[in-house]
């Protein structure tokens, strides 16, 4: 024990002391517990284009004297290959915060993330005034703050810098609500993602205010506390460049009647896990990609015209969807459901249809039920899961066969098709039989005597 605790040690793995460990391969510098005895192992890190600071105690540095740099030491910040910066599971004083980011405006970093953070107090962000920062991308998850609410001097100190920021993400947070006034400010923001917090549709319509993220193509609303369908459509409706839209995760009702119509722009749309049990309406009009997975639907009779992209599984389907009017539809995702049939004549009709998933299915293979599947696989077109994961639930001799398996036998199945070349070919065979039968007649009567 005391042996695998010393070789530990030596790697540095163990160490009580913090340090930082440099891989030159992924350009990736790891530092755990810095403090000011450890501080110069930061040293190795200056080829790193992504720096990881996690635990140690940055409060202490609170009363550090942090002057104007020296022209040496700005070179030195501009040569840095530093893109990326990760705090965890740090407590950071906001007054440090307020002094140390200024002099990013020296350096290249475009990416902070803090995670697991706690921010401590206000800090004076008056010295940030009219300064650019070249940082693009700020993410905070799982970290607590002072409410934002109140803090509009803060806001126009920082404004030059959010007003080019381009992504923003605040997860796993607690937020309820997302002042107005902050929307203003991110007018360059093309992704805002505020995924697993307490976000409600009251608050929600506040966030998105008129002139609220004016450029705003991404936002991730998954797993908060929003219930109204309609009420989030009116929340977003001012969005003209929104694009992609992630609601899932949210428990939604639908509202009775909705008239709200969502914006235009929108292509890509998450109803994932929203407790659906049937399709909300209206749809955007332009969806490209729709996700319903995970939710409690029966039936489906959608018509978008652009759909290319429709993922159904998990749900309590019955039958495959009506998904005629969706003529450019490549990709639909049925895994998990309660078909029984996948019949070729319903499939064909798609003719961009390039790639279906309908494994986890109680299929009837009494007849042609299944045979669209083969036909599927044959051509290719059907993803992981064929042909393990396709398995007959009925009739009770094929149950838990693969589909793969079972002879798809024209004769048997299409009796429509099948019966009538087969009556008019018996038809045929008998009008010889009695023509020879006539012809022959002696020749036939003499065996038949004869026995
Ligand atoms: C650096 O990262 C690569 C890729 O993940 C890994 O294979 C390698 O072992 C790492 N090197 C060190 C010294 O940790
Ligand atoms: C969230 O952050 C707190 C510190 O603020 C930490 O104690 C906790 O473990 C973190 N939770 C997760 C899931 O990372
Ligand atoms: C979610 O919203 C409901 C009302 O819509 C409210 O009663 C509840 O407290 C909210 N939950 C959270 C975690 O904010
Ligand atoms: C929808 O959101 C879920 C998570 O809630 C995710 O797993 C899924 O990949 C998303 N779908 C699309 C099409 O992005
Ligand atoms: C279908 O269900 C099985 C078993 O519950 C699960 O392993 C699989 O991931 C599910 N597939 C999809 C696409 O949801
Ligand atoms: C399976 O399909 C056959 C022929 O279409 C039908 O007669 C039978 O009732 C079906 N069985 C089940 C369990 O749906």
Same mark, same amino acid.
């Given at each position: 024990?005391?042996?695998?605790?010393?070789?530990?040690?030596?790697?540095?793995?163990?160490?009580?002391?913090?340090?930082?460990?440099?891989?030159?391969?992924?350009?990736?510098c790891?530092?755990?517990?810095?403090?000011?005895?450890?501080?110069?192992?930061?040293?190795?890190?200056?080829?790193?284009?992504?720096?990881?600071?996690?635990?140690?105690?940055?409060?202490?540095?609170?009363?550090?004297?942090i002057n104007?740099?020296?022209?040496?030491?700005?070179?030195?910040?501009?040569?840095?290959?530093?893109?990326?910066?990760?705090?965890?599971?740090?407590?950071?004083?906001?007054?440090?915060?307020?002094?140390?980011?200024?002099?990013?405006?020296?350096?290249?970093?475009?990416?902070?993330?803090?995670?697991?953070?706690?921010?401590?107090?206000?800090?004076?962000?008056?010295?940030?005034?009219?300064?650019?920062?070249?940082?693009?991308?700020?993410?905070?998850?799982?970290?607590t703050?002072?409410?934002?609410?109140?803090?509009?001097?803060?806001?126009?100190?920082?404004?030059?810098?959010m007003?080019?920021l381009?992504d923003?993400?605040?997860?796993?947070?607690?937020?309820?609500?997302?002042?107005?006034?902050?929307?203003?400010?991110?007018?360059?923001?093309?992704?805002?993602?505020?995924?697993?917090?307490?976000?409600?549709?009251e608050?929600?319509?506040?966030t998105?205010?008129?002139?609220?993220?004016?450029?705003?193509?991404?936002?991730?609303?998954?797993?908060?506390n929003l219930?109204?369908?309609?009420?989030?459509?009116?929340?977003?409706? *001012?969005? %003209?460049? +929104?694009?992609? =839209? !992630?609601? #899932?995760? $949210?428990?939604?009702? /639908?509202?009775?009647? &909705?008239?709200?119509?969502?914006?235009?722009?929108?292509?890509?749309?998450?109803?994932s896990?929203?407790?659906?049990?049937?399709?909300?309406?209206? *749809?955007p %009009?332009? +969806?490209?990609? =729709? !996700?319903? #997975?995970? $939710?409690?639907l029966? /039936?489906?009779?959608? &018509?978008?015209?652009?759909?290319?992209?429709?993922?159904?599984?998990?749900?309590?389907?019955?039958?495959?969807?009506?998904?005629?009017?969706?003529?450019?539809?490549?990709? +639909?995702?049925?895994?998990n459901? #309660?078909?029984?049939?996948?019949?070729?004549?319903?499939?064909?009709?798609l003719?961009?249809?390039?790639?279906?998933?309908?494994?986890?299915?109680p299929?009837?293979?009494?007849?042609?039920?299944?045979?669209?599947?083969?036909?599927?696989?044959?051509?290719?077109?059907?993803?992981?899961?064929?042909?393990?994961?396709?398995?007959?639930?009925?009739?009770?001799?094929?149950?838990?066969?693969?589909?793969?398996?079972v002879?798809?036998?024209?004769?048997?199945?299409?009796?429509?098709?099948?019966?009538?070349?087969?009556?008019?070919?018996?038809?045929?065979?008998?009008?010889?039989?009695?023509?020879?039968?006539v012809?022959?007649?002696?020749?036939?009567i003499?065996?038949?005597?004869?026995?």
């Amino acid at each position: 024990m005391n042996v695998a605790v010393l070789l530990l040690l030596g790697l540095g793995l163990l160490e009580a002391e913090g340090r930082c460990f440099f891989n030159r391969t992924q350009e990736h510098c790891v530092c755990y517990r810095l403090s000011q005895e450890s501080l110069g192992s930061i040293i190795q890190c200056l080829p790193a284009s992504v720096v990881e600071f996690w635990g140690g105690e940055l409060e202490r540095y609170i009363d550090f004297p942090i002057n104007d740099l020296d022209p040496s030491a700005i070179d030195m910040l501009h040569s840095l290959v530093i893109r990326k910066i990760i705090f965890g599971d740090l407590l950071v004083p906001e007054i440090l915060l307020a002094r140390v980011l200024r002099f990013f405006s020296y350096t290249q970093v475009q990416e902070l993330v803090f995670e697991s953070c706690v921010f401590e107090g206000r800090g004076n962000w008056g010295e940030m005034a009219g300064k650019d920062l070249p940082i693009l991308s700020l993410h905070f998850h799982n970290v607590t703050s002072a409410p934002l609410t109140g803090r509009e001097q803060d806001l126009s100190s920082l404004s030059s810098w959010m007003e080019t920021l381009q992504d923003l993400a605040v997860t796993g947070s607690h937020v309820t609500s997302l002042p107005c006034d902050i929307g203003r400010v991110f007018r360059a923001l093309r992704s805002l993602d505020v995924a697993q917090n307490s976000l409600g549709d009251e608050s929600l319509m506040a966030t998105f205010c008129k002139g609220a993220f004016p450029q705003l193509q991404v936002l991730s609303l998954q797993r908060n506390n929003l219930t109204s369908y309609h009420s989030v459509c009116k929340s977003v409706q *001012l969005l %003209r460049e +929104l694009q992609h =839209l !992630d609601l #899932s995760q $949210n428990k939604l009702m /639908a509202d009775p009647s &909705s008239s709200c119509q969502w914006p235009v722009s929108l292509r890509i749309f998450n109803l994932s896990g929203t407790g659906l049990d049937e399709v909300l309406t209206p *749809l955007p %009009r332009s +969806l490209e990609v =729709l !996700d319903m #997975s995970c $939710n409690h639907l029966h /039936a489906v009779d959608i &018509s978008l015209s652009s759909l290319k992209k429709l993922f159904l599984s998990q749900n309590m389907l019955q039958a495959v969807p009506s998904i005629r009017n969706c003529p450019m539809l490549d990709t +639909l995702r049925l895994d998990n459901n #309660s078909i029984t049939e996948l019949p070729w004549d319903e499939v064909k009709l798609l003719e961009h249809l390039r790639d279906v998933a309908a494994a986890g299915n109680p299929y009837n293979c009494s007849c042609s039920g299944a045979g669209g599947l083969q036909v599927l696989a044959g051509m290719g077109h059907l993803g992981q899961g064929w042909p393990q994961d396709y398995r007959c639930h009925s009739p009770p001799h094929y149950q838990g066969r693969l589909v793969k398996d079972v002879p798809v036998s024209v004769l048997q199945c299409n009796s429509a098709a099948v019966i009538a070349p087969v009556c008019i070919v018996l038809l045929l065979l008998g009008m010889a039989g009695a023509v020879c039968l006539v012809r022959s007649r002696p020749r036939l009567i003499r065996p038949c005597c004869r026995a």
